[in-house]
């Protein structure tokens, strides 16, 4: 099943819509935004000068840091009065990354979303167990309101509680399950300890994953944990939230909506348009949203992208699923950590520039994270309570500043490893 | 500053030989350490000292890549018989001064006791102990 017929239009007719909504959005935030005007002119162009889909690569990047940089509202095109919904990523110094929605974003989002759950065989006869976090993070009302768009009975479960999670999944009969692949396997774990054969107990028959980056091997052990079909969806805030891009029965590849979300994938370093089929970094300008338009938006993640049509029916353009980063993120079950970020909120918790070394690692299926911050003159005391006070509060700053659950370890001066003089600020064990 | 001795504070990871390195530093050198005490909490630990050359242990272990604190602690010497630790403690608490932590250091007939207070109550500490007679030490 198709959601839409413009999923399996000819590649003349999405053309067509998107240079056409490229203009649109274009005359929007030249007109609306003094940070585009700006820019725009810089380049010596106007929104006049957008006459075919490659004069797309004469326009800016926009970048997260041009978001800090207007937070909270700045790159807002529309009056305060019209926008909806807000919704924000973690930041450094506690400042974070915050989006907008108006009505007619919200119908974007809601249209996309329920793409991605007719792409995945959910309708009205579905519950949808929706374990993504609710909040300020778009995982949660994204996947909620999208199921309830394609006439879904929606649970919305949110995070933790895996036993309850797990209760609730039986007796409503949940079909769908929408959530972190770690997480869907740590739910998976924690049920089979009624025993091998505690599928029989529940209805799953396919999951609807992502946030997070997942190797082949994860995602057909998540697939064989639960004995279902495993759908991979990919987005980002700063673009809408879930439902950029989702996989299908036929492919591994995501099905990018390119009618709402133009991609390009450039070479990270040079910032150079790459050639179809080749791997780099994937950039995302916006076609139909209203309260925050984006420009050629750098999503600083690794794929490639591919037009041929798929077996599917579907003639949009299929991205990779994620192979890396061209910076230093790390997701975190589910959460969006820059090493960055952890050095100001040390900063800001204790004063002083302490050295300090990420180590994520796999805590059965969930992510684990520790940080080891090196004792410095600066900090140190004869105070065993005060070192322990310490270790508490970077670890309460870092949870109520990036979301984030870590582990602080305090460790001898030196401890954390150098390479060229520098230290190794970051040790993924995950991989 | 009221009559104290100095005593180092290392932190130390909680490992296999980290504290063998810190002796060892200080044997190399020649360094003698008259008290010692080890306090742990979780992953990791405090190392308090009293050693004959304080400065010079704290540049060489500063060297050795570990961070170190000087504080001043009470010492007081006592003889080795019964009650007397309890004659201190009572004093102290009658003026109601506390008590952080204590150890002892063996030095010669008598015995040594190394108290820890707040460093505002430090010098009234000393008063109450040696217009009651304690021999408070500037030296171990």
């Known amino acids: ?431 | 500053m009221s009559k104290s001795v100095k005593q180092l504070s290392v932190f130390l990871e909680n490992k296999v030989g980290r504290l063998g390195e810190v002796t060892g530093i200080l044997a190399k050198a020649g360094i003698r350490i008259r008290s010692i005490e080890l306090v742990e909490a979780g992953d990791f630990g405090i190392l308090r000292l009293i050693v004959a050359e304080t400065e010079r242990a704290k540049e060489l272990l500063e060297a050795g890549g570990f961070s170190v604190k000087v504080s001043p602690v009470i010492a007081v010497e006592i003889a080795h018989e019964s009650g007397c630790f309890n004659r201190i403690v009572s004093l102290l608490a009658a003026e109601g001064i506390n008590i952080q932590y204590a150890y002892t250091c063996h030095g010669g007939p008598l015995g040594i006791f190394i108290l820890k207070t707040d460093r505002v109550e430090m010098l009234r500490a000393v008063e109450v102990l040696e217009s009651d007679g304690v021999k408070v030490l500037d030296a171990v």
């Open chain 1, 1 to 431: 099943m198709i959601w839409n017929t413009v999923e399996s239009a000819s590649r003349e007719a999405i053309e067509a819509i998107q240079l056409k909504r490229l203009q649109e959005t274009a005359r929007r935030v030249y007109a609306l935004n003094p940070f585009y005007k700006e820019k725009f002119e810089e380049r010596g162009i106007t929104p006049e000068d957008i006459r075919s889909l490659e004069d797309l690569q004469r326009l800016p990047f926009t970048r997260k840091q041009d978001l800090r940089n207007h937070y909270p509202f700045g790159l807002f095109c529309v009056p305060m009065s019209e926008v909806v919904r807000i919704h924000s990523s973690s930041g450094t110094t506690g400042k974070p990354t915050v989006v907008g929605y108006n009505a007619h974003d919200m119908e974007v989002w809601n249209e996309v979303m329920a793409r991605v759950y007719t792409m995945s065989g959910v309708g009205a006869e579905d519950v949808v167990h929706n374990a993504y976090g609710y909040g300020l993070f778009t995982g949660g009302l994204g996947f909620h309101y999208g199921a309830e768009k394609v006439g879904a009975t929606v649970v919305p479960a949110s995070g933790g509680f895996t036993d309850r999670q797990l209760m609730l999944m039986r007796d409503f009969g949940a079909t769908v399950l929408a959530c972190t692949p770690s997480f869907a396997l740590h739910l998976a774990e924690v049920a089979a300890k009624a025993g091998s054969e505690f599928r029989k107990d529940y209805k799953l028959k396919v999951g609807i994953f992502g946030a997070e980056p997942t190797s082949e091997g994860l995602k057909k052990e998540v697939a064989k944990a639960w004995g279902i079909e495993y759908r991979e969806v990919y987005g980002l805030s700063e673009i809408i939230g879930p439902g950029v891009s989702c996989s299908c029965s036929h492919s591994d590849r995501l099905h990018l909506f390119e009618d709402h979300f133009l991609p390009e994938i450039i070479d990270p370093e040079t910032g150079e348009v790459l050639p179809e089929g080749e791997r780099g970094e994937l950039v995302i300008t916006t076609l139909s949203k209203q309260a925050l338009p984006i420009i050629r938006y750098r999503t600083g993640d690794i794929t490639s992208l591919v037009k041929e049509p798929c077996g599917c029916g579907r003639t949009m353009v299929r991205m990779e699923s994620i192979v890396g980063r061209a910076d230093d993120m790390l997701i975190v079950n589910g959460v969006n950590v820059y090493p960055s970020q952890v050095e100001h909120v040390i900063a800001n918790a204790e004063g002083v520039t302490l050295n300090y070394q990420i180590i994520a690692e796999k805590k059965g299926h969930l992510d684990k994270l520790e940080i080891m911050v090196e004792v410095s003159e600066e900090i140190m005391t004869d105070n065993v309570g005060e070192l322990e006070h310490i270790r508490k509060e970077i670890q309460a700053s870092l949870l109520n500043n990036l979301y984030i659950n870590a582990n602080v370890k305090l460790v001898e001066p030196n401890t954390i490893e150098r390479s060229m003089g520098k230290a190794v600020r970051v040790v993924d064990k995950r991989r």
